[in-house]
């Protein structure tokens, strides 16, 4: 059984990605070479050239990421970080409800759907506590179900 043929955009080839993790980044922030909103930014912008041909995001809330990822900055520029994953950006799952974005469940019955309840499992719980801010819904499957691959 063969694999399909991947799309690449511009230099990007998902067979062969060269990623950057936070882990590599954030000895950055703690250096003073580069801030929590320098990473943010690469990451939209890689979103940005991506996501026509990716489809991973319902929507995107860079105001609020772009606020988180100021705060961090500042707290890195003081030695002053939360936790080892302080201004890391995150993306939440389509299925999980959030107070200030849209819970599709991944079809289109529930689009635009927004419950205004704020749930969140115990990995998410732990996220908040080091200065959660969410910066955006990824797209999944009808339901959560399967993959979406």
């Not at 399909?4 to 003073?32: E, M």
């Not at 890689?46 to 489809?55: A, G, N």
């Not at 609020?64 to 705060?71: K, Q």
């Not at 599709?104 to 927004?114: D, E, K, V």
Request: aromatic letters at 8%.
């Amino acid at each position: 059984m063969s694999t399909p043929s991947a799309t690449v955009v511009g230099d990007y080839d998902p067979n062969q990605p060269r990623t950057r993790t936070f882990f590599d980044a954030r000895q950055s922030f703690l250096d003073g070479t580069s801030t929590p909103r320098d990473y943010l930014e690469e990451c939209l912008s890689t979103i940005d050239k991506l996501e026509p041909v990716v489809q991973a995001w319902v929507c995107l809330n860079t105001e609020n990421a772009r606020l988180a990822a100021d705060e961090s900055t500042q707290r890195y520029s003081q030695g002053n970080s939360l936790s080892p994953i302080d201004g890391m950006p995150i993306g939440i799952k389509d299925v999980l409800q959030t107070h200030d974005m849209p819970t599709t469940l991944g079809s289109p019955i529930f689009a635009g759907r927004n419950t205004g309840i704020f749930r969140f499992g115990q990995c998410l719980k732990a996220r908040r506590r080091s200065d959660y801010r969410q910066d955006g819904n990824h797209r999944i499957r009808p339901h959560g179900a399967g993959s979406n691959h």
